[in-house]
């Protein structure tokens, strides 16, 4: 079946160190992946998206490529701050499915 | 932005009790979700909606029912709740996109506590 593997948390950076979060995922037909990200407290936010192979998804210094070959999507930022301390969720969803399969989230802290 | 509502935040309730969690949307998406969250994070399709008078189970069995009478809300109704219900209760919504390209926008979710 289709499945999303995530890198397992939690992780704790420094401030304006890189950031890497690694996803792979496992599907029957062609999915669009997407990076959730969601704050204490609060529900999820789509961060960004890319639907078919080679596309590049960013969005608030954060990007993601996807890549057929090895099936992945990995999360990527230069340089974190405090406010990006969160869970991440990378997801995909089928084309003509309803649902989306998530990963089982990162939880990510970023100390001063 | 996406504008998708949940009410109330937080609840706290006795076992026995019914209860309605309210989800509405004013972006006119025809499709709608309810995902519950465990408390370790991970995500489960309940319940989803094409559209008015369409209701579909998802992954995860839930005891809970909803209704799709207007496009814009989509309640879900727990008949009477047990402390295994205790959870966060996410409500999404989207658009019909080509090619599955359809994004889901999440509201803030209800997290339903049942002692």
């Known amino acids: 079946g289709d499945s999303v593997t995530q890198m397992e948390g939690p992780v704790t950076l420094s401030e304006e160190a890189f950031l890497t979060i690694n996803c792979t995922y496992t599907a029957t037909g062609y999915p669009s992946l997407f990076w959730y990200v969601q704050y204490p407290g609060e529900g999820l936010q789509l961060l960004l998206k890319a639907t078919k192979a080679d596309d590049k998804g960013s969005n608030k210094g954060f990007e993601a490529t996807y890549r057929k070959e090895t099936t992945s999507f990995h999360l990527e930022k230069g340089s974190v701050q405090v406010s990006d301390s969160a869970v991440y969720f990378c997801a995909l969803r089928i084309q003509g499915a309803q649902k989306l399969v998530f990963g089982q989230g990162t939880r990510l802290t970023i100390n001063p | 932005e996406a504008d998708i509502y949940q009410t109330p935040r937080y609840l706290v309730i006795g076992t026995g009790k019914k209860i309605t969690l309210e989800c509405s949307q004013t972006m006119g998406h025809d499709k709608m979700y309810w995902y519950q969250q465990d408390p370790g994070m991970e995500l489960h399709l309940i319940h989803y909606?094409?559209?008015?008078?369409s209701t579909e189970k998802g992954d995860l069995s839930s005891e809970s029912t909803v209704s799709r009478i207007r496009t814009e809300h989509f309640p879900l109704t727990l008949e009477s709740a047990r402390p295994s219900h205790t959870s966060q209760y996410l409500c999404?919504?989207?658009?019909w996109g080509a090619g599955g390209t359809d994004t889901q926008y999440f509201g803030p979710g209800t997290r339903l506590t049942v002692l």
């Open positions: 909606s094409y559209g008015v008078n």
């Open positions: 999404a919504s989207s658009e």
